[in-house]
């Protein structure tokens, strides 16, 4: 595939794409997906959509609303900030660190805008994380929201930093854009110019970096939510993950912006608080986590989701009981859906009528995937195997050697293990490196923890496997109980016989610990890692 040439004076991201031949295999198969070689996608989501409406909503917070017109001349100030009193050039890479709220929004615009390069973190990271990431992307500037500076200038002390969020700071990010006019034109960047750079979020403590195009950005939009969000200028989307991680940024705001409508940011919520939020502002999409869809329900808030038409889960899989208990509840059929940083968005999942409770779902439209065998041979319907996909967007990470793993012979293997039924459903087993081989039976954990999540005392369970002299390795479960029950050996005997009822004897967890939480990255994966060093760790001090 031909690069076109760039607009970047800064090089950077160019000279550190992985070679060509180490690419996927793109597929640009929907007319939608058939793009401009010069492509600014910050104008395309936000200038070109103002033109239907200037006065329209675009970004609230709880306490605020700027139009699509305020938006637009924020962002333009904001461009001008970088580009005039920063010099910022095409291609340089600007570090964003802040909670989801409207001024981190207009900053990841307005990078775009100019040319630079977004790198995407979350404000939860710490100095020595912080230090990776600048590490890796070398940024020339950050702007930071003034509340988590502390750790940015801990972690990267030789960094000009451009802070907001405080309104009397003479050099803040307000007052420099408040002497700023608003007039700029995007830069006529290449829709395959690199836009952000997003790291993993570490569900094995190893963080990467995925570069992606301006084309892509676009893509996710013209894909996963054109087809099966369906959204409208009407609506209101809002939702936990952070703009820091790709599910958000997709979520929060491609995605209503690419439509027309506006997005609620909130910084952080509760489950109970969330729901007052989504009533009180009248959203009508939310995308969470699976737990915080239960929690909800758990707070008795299932009359303040009325509103709601559109729910998506993603970043763990979403259990049939979850599933089935909003619905009963609400009205709602969530969308499950499988992404990844690499892939930028989701590419399987259902809506409406097509979800199977319990499957992830079908390739989104513009993406397909397969199942293949040990062998890499693809793999007959109903036997696991590793999950393939391609589409318009996929792997391309910065400068690492870990690209020959993720893409093989042209497709993104993202790491999961599915089976594909005879109807071209895709069901999770688990991540390929989760699965438990005890005495010689394959156990999925995620099979074990919805299990236990039928259990009305469950509120949370991860599943995983521990080293054993006699099986090799036997099913541990980590479980968080709801509150008032009492844990403890009875309760935990009691949780082994209940999964016993719904699954093979053989896959019940042997051993059941509890915990107040389960270890989380911020988009609210479940860091199966650090359960199994805790697990091993146990083991390892136990008398023998």
């Not at 305020?70 to 964003?96: K, S």
């Not at 059941?512 to 359960?531: D, I, M, S, W």
Request: with cysteine.
């Amino acid at each position: 595939m031909r690069l076109s040439p760039s607009a970047h004076a800064d090089t950077f991201c160019r000279d550190r794409l992985p070679p060509q031949e180490q690419w996927p295999e793109f597929r640009f198969d929907l007319p939608e997906l058939s793009y401009p070689d010069r492509l600014n996608c910050a104008a395309e989501l936000l200038d070109a959509t103002m033109a239907a409406g200037a006065d329209r909503p675009c970004l609230r917070s709880p306490t605020e609303t700027w139009t699509y017109g305020e938006t637009v001349h924020r962002t333009n100030r904001l461009a001008q900030v970088l580009t005039g009193d920063f010099g910022l050039r095409p291609g340089n890479r600007v570090l964003l660190r802040g909670p989801n709220n409207p001024w981190l929004a207009a900053a990841w615009l307005a990078v775009v805008k100019a040319g630079g390069v977004a790198v995407t973190t979350v404000a939860l990271l710490r100095h020595r994380e912080i230090a990776t990431i600048v590490g890796l992307t070398e940024p020339s500037l950050a702007i930071c929201d003034h509340r988590f500076a502390e750790d940015l200038a801990a972690g990267a002390p030789a960094l000009t930093t451009l802070r907001y969020g405080d309104p009397d700071d003479p050099a803040g990010l307000e007052t420099r854009c408040a002497a700023k006019d608003g007039a700029f034109t995007p830069a006529a960047t290449a829709a395959d110019d690199v836009v952000m750079l997003a790291s993993t979020s570490g569900t094995t403590g190893q963080p990467k970096v995925a570069m992606h195009f301006h084309r892509d950005v676009l893509a996710t939009c013209d894909t996963f939510s054109r087809y099966l969000i369906k959204p409208n200028r009407d609506d209101v989307f809002t939702g936990t993950p952070p703009l820091g991680f790709t599910f958000g940024l997709g979520a929060l705001l491609l995605f209503p912006l690419r439509a027309g409508a506006a997005t609620l940011l909130i910084e952080r919520a509760m489950p109970g608080e969330l729901a007052d939020l989504i009533a009180a502002h009248g959203v009508t999409v939310l995308s969470t986590a699976p737990t915080a869809y239960r929690a909800m329900l758990a707070a008795g808030k299932a009359s303040s989701l009325k509103n709601l038409r559109r729910c998506v889960s993603a970043g763990e899989h979403l259990p049939k009981s979850v599933w089935e208990e909003f619905h009963d509840a609400t009205g709602v059929a969530i969308i499950d859906g499988i992404g990844s940083t690499e892939m930028l968005h989701i590419f399987i999942a259902a809506a409406d009528g097509d979800i199977r409770p319990g499957s992830t779902g079908q390739p989104v439209p513009g993406y397909r995937a397969m199942i293949l065998d040990s062998r890499g041979a693809p793999a007959p319907d109903g036997q696991p195997g590793r999950l393939a996909v391609q589409g318009p967007t996929g792997c391309r990470y910065l400068s690492d050697p870990r690209q020959r793993n993720y893409v093989q012979d042209g497709w993104n293997m993202t790491g999961d293990t599915y089976v594909r039924d005879a109807g071209g459903y895709y069901w999770y087993q688990a991540r390929s490196d989760d699965m438990i081989i005890s005495s010689g039976y394959n156990i999925a954990g995620p099979e074990v923890e919805e299990a236990l999540l039928g259990h009305p005392d469950v509120l949370e369970a991860a599943v995983v496997g521990v080293t054993d002299a006699d099986r090799g390795m036997i099913v541990e479960a980590f479980v968080v109980l709801r509150g008032g029950a009492a844990a403890g050996p009875e309760k935990a005997a009691e949780l082994q016989e209940f999964a016993k009822q719904s699954i093979a004897p053989y896959k019940y967890p042997r051993v059941v610990e509890f915990v107040a939480e389960l270890p989380k990255t911020t988009t609210g994966k479940t860091q199966r890692y650090r359960l199994r060093q805790m697990a091993e760790d146990k083991l390892r001090a136990a008398p023998r």
